[in-house]
């Protein structure tokens, strides 16, 4: 179960993917299974391509079967996760 919108377990488990936390360890960071874990990571992977070949929440929500609020969850990790890389970059 989810534990709300400001921290998701989905949002959670994509993060630590950006971050190249594996599977097995994210799954136990966030109390899942490794198969919720790359069913987040698989759903998260689909959007952020989608969002970056141009594509709206809506559109990806339609073309991922995703609700706009996961689709929107996984585009602030991806926005987030492209500011702190962005950031590092120019330490």
């Known amino acids: 179960m989810d534990i709300g919108k400001t921290l998701t377990h989905k949002r959670l488990a994509f ?5 190249k936390i ?10 899942h299974t490794p198969e919720d ?3 987040y990571i698989k759903d998260g992977t689909r959007v952020e391509k989608l969002y970056v070949a ?6 990806i929500s339609f073309f991922t079967g995703l609700s706009g609020s996961v ?3 996984y585009i602030e990790v991806i926005k987030s996760y492209e500011t702190e890389k962005t950031g590092e970059a120019e330490d």
């Open 37 to 39: 874990v790359d069913r």
């Open 15 to 19: 993060r630590n993917y950006k971050k």
């Open 54 to 59: 141009g594509y709206d929440e809506w559109e």
């Open 71 to 73: 689709v929107n969850e």
């Open 22 to 31: 594996p599977t097995s360890e994210n799954a136990r960071l966030i109390d």
